[in-house]
């Protein structure tokens, strides 16, 4: 399986997030939800195979 790359992972999480506002406006601004939202995308990621072990530890929150 070929893991995904940082830029496909953040690609997928803005859409992720743009829908997840479209469903709860209030999430909008909110920088600790969207911080904690890609914590568990990424753990969701390594838990799953898409990702490494390295890949999850060593990069760091985009927002």
Known sequence: MTKMTKIQVLSDFRQLWSDM???????KGDVCAKREEWNNYTD??????SITNSQYDNWTNPF
């Open 44 to 49: 969701f990621l390594c838990k799953d195979g």
């Open 21 to 27: 506002i479209e469903n709860e406006p209030s999430f």
